[in-house]
C-alpha cells in the first residue's frame, strides 16, 4: 500500500509541475504552423482590432491542451483574455509577450487547427502591425524555445480612413511631367552653378589622372581605382591626350570644389582634399547608369562647368544597429553611397535595450552578453527576443557586433570618403543592455569573492524599488545616474572609444550619449539617490538627476577634448506652466555649445517649433525631423507598405519639400495623411536670425525596430536618402522662399518633377549596378480604369511596368506596359521593375475594384 501511495504522490508532483508523463509524444513544434490573421478592424465599434493566431497541427502527435507558452513580440497592446475563451496573453517585459492555454484551449489532434482570437488596443494600419517572431516553450523545459515551422501573415484588405490606393497613386503620378533625359542637370545633388556646353571628354582607362599637388595623392588614388572599376584595369597608357588634374585654389570654402570638363582635359580645384573628393564624386555622376551595367571601352562625358559647396556643414544619416544588427559590410555599404551624394557624417546608434554592438576591451560583457539575444526569462546570459529575432541566440540580426577590428575598418572606410562617424552610446535611458551586461559582470566578479571589483561598473542599484515603464514598455532600462559606478562605466567606455578611433587615425569630434525618453517615476525609490539627495542641496528632485548626470557626463568629455552631443531631451529643463508639466532650454548648458538632435515635431502634439526653440536659446541643432526625415516611417498608409507610421508617413516628397528654416510653411498633412490643421502654429516659435545660425544641418534617422537584414535597410533608406542629400546639400530652393502661394506651388511642381526625372532616369539606374547594387524601393505603379482600360504610371520616370492579365504576380519576363491596357474582366497586375529586373509592389486591379 504504501509503495502504491508514493507512486501516487510522484505522478502528482509531475503533473503538478506541468510534466507529462508520456514526455517523447509531444509534438514536433517544427511542425507546427502559425497563421496570423485579420477579423475585424473596428470591433465592437471601438477602433480597435479583433485578429487571431491560428495554430496548425502538421506532425503525428497531438498539442496538448496545456504545459506550454507561446512568446512573441509586438510593439503593440493587448487585452489580456483572448476573445476566444481559450488564452492569456500578458506582457513580459519590453515588446515581449506570452500566450498561455486556459481551460478553454483543447487538445489539437494532428491535422487540426485552434484559433486564439484576441483584441489588440489599436487597428491594424500595415504589415509591420503583426505579431513577430513567435515561438513555444514547454513549461517542464523553460530555458528553451522553439520555432514554428512556419509563422505567414495572410494579407488583409483595409478600408480605413487616408487608405493609398493603386487609384490614388495613380492620379498623383500623372502630375510628374516626363523630362527628357538631356535636359537634366547631370550633377546630382543639384551644384550651385551649373552649364552644359557642346562636346564631350573621353573617359576611358587610358586617361592620365594628375593629382598636382601631393596632399591629393589619396584623392588621385580614389579616381584611379573607380577608373579599374569601370573599365576592369587600371590606367595603361601615360602618354594619353587626356587628363584629369587636380589643382589648389586658395579661398574656396571646406567643402568646396570647381568642376571643369573640357573635350581635352577635366579639371578639378579646390582648397582641400575633401573639396577634390567631392569634385570627384560629382564627375562620377556625369557617367552615365549605362556605362555600370556592362564593361565599356571608353565613356562620353558631357562638357560642364560645375562651381559647388554645401548649404549645410553637418549633413548625416543616423543608422540604429542596436535593434537589429547590420553586418559590417553593409555598413560599408551604406558609406559608400552617403559619400556618392556628399553626405558628410554618419550616426552609428550602437547601444540600446536591445543590443550593444561595439567591443569594448575594458568590459567584455558588453559583447558576450549584450550583444546577443535569445529565449530568456533572466537576461543573466544573453538579452531576450526582441522585434521578432527568435528563441535562438545565433539569429542574424538580434544578435551581433562589431570587434574592435571590424569598427577600425568601418572608421578607416569613412575616413577615405571624408565622413565622420559619431558613436551614440545610449543614456541613461535605453540601457538595458548595459545595464544586464554589468549585472553579469558583478555576478561573475561577486562569485570569485571580488566584491570591489564586481561593484565598480554597476549601472542599477538592486535595492532600487522605483516602478516605471518606458516608452517601449521596459521596467529595468533606465541607469540609476546617482550611482557613482556609473561614472566610472563612461569614463571606460569612453577611453576605449579614444583608443579605438586613435588607432583607426580617425577624428572623435563628439560622441553621443543619447538621452532620450527617459521614463516618469525612475529613481524615485533608489537608495543611491536618497544618499545623493542628501549630501548634494542643489538636487530637490529626480529631475534634478538629469542636470548632474550630463554635467558629469559633459566633464568627462571636457577633460578629452571631446564635444558632447544628444537627443533634444539632453538641452531642456523640466518646468510648470500655467500648472502643467512644460520643457524650456536648460540655460545651463549653453554656454557648453552642446549638440542636439531634435526630432519631436509631430504635427499636432505640442512640441512643432521644439527644434527653433532650441536653436534660438543658443543650442546647435541638427534636424532630425519626425515628419520629415525618419526613414523608418512608412512610405503611405497601405497594408503591404512596411514601416511605423506613428510620427508621419513619409514618403519621398517629404524629404524633397522639407524647408528646414520653415518647416511649418508646407506641412500639410497630419501623421494619419488628413489635411492640417493650420492652427496647430498659433503661437509657436519661427526660427530667429540668431536660431538660423544654430541650425548646422540635417539628418535621416533609419530606426531599426522593422529592419531586418539589408535588402530591408536598403528598402527603407533608399532613394529617400537622394531626398535628404538634396536638401542637405544644395541651396535653399526659389519654391521654399516665394511668398506668393501660388507661385510657390507651381514652382515646387517643376522642380519636384524634375527631381523624380532625375532619380528615374539617372540616379536609381545608377545606384541599380553602383558598388554592388543597392535594393532601393520600387514603388507600386498607380493604376486607373477609364473607358474599358487600364491606365498605369510609376512615380519614377524611367523604371518599366510590367502586367499581366492571368492573375500571376508579374515578373521581369512579363508584358512590358506602353499604353493602355484593354481590360475584359477578371484579375489584371501591374509592377514596376529596376533594371536588373527587381520588382517592387503589385498593383491589382480587376471588377472595377482597386485593392491595396
Known amino acids: 500500500m504504501n509503495k502504491i501511495f508514493m507512486l501516487m504522490v510522484i505522478a502528482a508532483v509531475f503533473v503538478c509541475s506541468g510534466f507529462k508523463i508520456n514526455d517523447d509524444k509531444k509534438p514536433n513544434v517544427a511542425e507546427l504552423y502559425l497563421n496570423w ?87 491594424v494600419v500595415n504589415i509591420t502591425d503583426a505579431p513577430e517572431g513567435p515561438y513555444l516553450v514547454w513549461d517542464n523545459a523553460p530555458e528553451k524555445g522553439y520555432s514554428f515551422g512556419s509563422y505567414d501573415i495572410t494579407p488583409y484588405k483595409p478600408t480605413y480612413q487616408g487608405l493609398i490606393t493603386p487609384e490614388i497613386v495613380y492620379d498623383r503620378n500623372k502630375t510628374v511631367s516626363d523630362i527628357p533625359a538631356g535636359q537634366l542637370v547631370k550633377v546630382f545633388p543639384t551644384p550651385v552653378s551649373y552649364s552644359l556646353s557642346n562636346g564631350s571628354f573621353s573617359f576611358s582607362p587610358g586617361v592620365r589622372i594628375s593629382s598636382g599637388d601631393a596632399r591629393f595623392n589619396k584623392e588621385a588614388a580614389v ?20 587628363v584629369i588634374s587636380f589643382e589648389y585654389k586658395a579661398g574656396l570654402g571646406e567643402e568646396a570644389y570647381e568642376l571643369s570638363v573640357k573635350s581635352s582635359a577635366v579639371t578639378i580645384r579646390a582648397s582641400t582634399s575633401t573639396g577634390i573628393y567631392y569634385g570627384i564624386q560629382s564627375f562620377k555622376s556625369l557617367i552615365p547608369a549605362s556605362s555600370l551595367a556592362k564593361t565599356p571601352s571608353s565613356v562620353q562625358i558631357p562638357c560642364v562647368e560645375v562651381a559647388d559647396a554645401p548649404r549645410f556643414a553637418h549633413r548625416a544619416v543616423m543608422l540604429d544597429v542596436a535593434r537589429n544588427f547590420q553586418s559590417k559590410q553593409q555598413v560599408l555599404k551604406l558609406l559608400e553611397a552617403m559619400s556618392l551624394y556628399k553626405l558628410n557624417t554618419l550616426h552609428l546608434h550602437l547601444t540600446d535595450d536591445e543590443g550593444w554592438r561595439i567591443e569594448i576591451p575594458s568590459l567584455p560583457e558588453l559583447t558576450s552578453v549584450a550583444s546577443k539575444r535569445g529565449h530568456t ?60 551586461a554589468m549585472n553579469a559582470r558583478y555576478d561573475r566578479l561577486i562569485a570569485e569573492g571580488k566584491k570591489a571589483e564586481a561593484e565598480k561598473y554597476l549601472l ?60 516618469a517615476n525612475v529613481w524615485e525609490k533608489s537608495p543611491a539617490y536618497a544618499a545623493l539627495k542628501a549630501t548634494h542641496p542643489e538636487i530637490q528632485s529626480t529631475n534634478d538627476l538629469w542636470y548632474y548626470f550630463y554635467g558629469r557626463v559633459n566633464e568627462i568629455l571636457k577633460a578629452k577634448g571631446i564635444l558632447l ?3 533634444e ?121 540668431y536660431g538660423k545660425s544654430n541650425i548646422v544641418g540635417l539628418q535621416g534617422a533609419l530606426w531599426a525596430e522593422t529592419v531586418k537584414g539589408p535588402e530591408r535597410m536598403d528598402y527603407m533608406i533608399f532613394p529617400r536618402l537622394l531626398g535628404l542629400a538634396e536638401r542637405a546639400w544644395a541651396q535653399d530652393p526659389a519654391w521654399a522662399t516665394e511668398k506668393d502661394p501660388a507661385k510657390s506651388k507651381e514652382a515646387y511642381q517643376v522642380a519636384w518633377s524634375n527631381f523624380l526625372n532625375v532619380l528615374g532616369k539617372r540616379e536609381l539606374p545608377r545606384l541599380t549596378y553602383y558598388n554592388g547594387g543597392y ?27 510590367r502586367y499581366t492579365t492571368n492573375g500571376k504576380d508579374p515578373d521581369a519576363s512579363s508584358k512590358v506596359y506602353t499604353g493602355p491596357v484593354n481590360y475584359n474582366g477578371g484579375v489584371i497586375k501591374f509592377r514596376a521593375f529596376d533594371p536588373k529586373g527587381r520588382g517592387g509592389n503589385v498593383a491589382e486591379g480587376g471588377n472595377n475594384n482597386l485593392n491595396p
Open 377 to 436: 526569462l533572466d537576461s543573466k546570459h544573453h538579452l531576450p527576443p526582441s522585434h521578432g529575432s527568435g528563441p535562438e541566440v545565433n539569429n542574424l540580426f538580434g544578435t551581433g557586433y562589431y570587434t574592435r577590428a571590424d569598427y577600425i575598418e568601418i572608421l578607416k572606410y569613412a575616413s577615405d570618403r571624408h565622413i565622420t562617424v559619431i558613436p551614440e552610446i545610449e543614456t541613461p535611458g535605453h540601457a538595458r543592455g548595459a545595464i544586464k
Open 37 to 123: 490573421q485579420v477579423m475585424d478592424n473596428n470591433y465592437q465599434n471601438k477602433n480597435e482590432a479583433l485578429t487571431a493566431l491560428v495554430i496548425t497541427n502538421k506532425s503525428h502527435e497531438t498539442l496538448p491542451a496545456g504545459g506550454w507558452k507561446i512568446y512573441f513580440n509586438s510593439g503593440r497592446g493587448f487585452t489580456k483574455a483572448a476573445v476566444s475563451n481559450n488564452a492569456l496573453i500578458e506582457q513580459v517585459n519590453g515588446d515581449m509577450y506570452s500566450i498561455t492555454p486556459t481551460s478553454g484551449f483543447k487538445d489539437l489532434k494532428p491535422g487540426a487547427t485552434a484559433r486564439i482570437e484576441f483584441v489588440c488596443d489599436d487597428p
Open 460 to 519: 542599477y542599484d538592486q535595492n532600487d524599488k522605483s516602478d516605471y515603464r518606458s516608452v517601449q514598455y521596459w521596467n529595468d532600462n533606465v541607469i540609476d545616474v546617482s550611482l557613482p559606478s556609473t561614472y566610472n562605466f563612461v569614463e571606460a567606455v569612453v577611453n576605449d572609444l579614444i583608443s579605438t578611433y586613435k588607432e583607426a587615425g580617425a577624428p572623435l569630434p563628439t560622441i553621443h550619449f543619447g538621452g532620450d525618453e527617459v521614463p
Open 569 to 689: 531631451e539632453m538641452a531642456l529643463r523640466k518646468t510648470t506652466l500655467d500648472g502643467q508639466p512644460a520643457y524650456v532650454p536648460n540655460p545651463d548648458f549653453t554656454k557648453e555649445h552642446l549638440q542636439v538632435d531634435v526630432w519631436n515635431n509631430v504635427l499636432g502634439a505640442g512640441q512643432e517649433d521644439l527644434a527653433y526653440r532650441l536653436a534660438n536659446g543658443g543650442y546647435k541643432v541638427v534636424l532630425t525631423c519626425v515628419t520629415n526625415l525618419y526613414f523608418d516611417m512608412a512610405n503611405y498608409k497601405s497594408f503591404d507598405e512596411p514601416g511605423y507610421y506613428w510620427g508621419a508617413f513619409l514618403g519621398i516628397d517629404k524629404f524633397f519639400s522639407f524647408i528646414p528654416y520653415d518647416y511649418f510653411k508646407n506641412a500639410d498633412v497630419d501623421k494619419q495623411g488628413n489635411p492640417i490643421n493650420r492652427n496647430i502654429f498659433i503661437g509657436k516659435q519661427r526660427l530667429t536670425d
Open 775 to 801: 535594393d532601393y524601393r520600387v514603388p507600386k505603379p498607380g493604376i486607373s480604369l477609364q473607358d474599358g482600360k487600364y491606365l498605369s504610371n510609376v512615380e519614377f520616370p524611367g523604371l518599366t511596368i
Open 223 to 242: 579616381l584611379r581605382n573607380y577608373i579599374a572599376a569601370i573599365f576592369g584595369k587600371k590606367e595603361a597608357v601615360k602618354s594619353s591626350a587626356n
Open 565 to 567: 552631443s544628444g537627443w
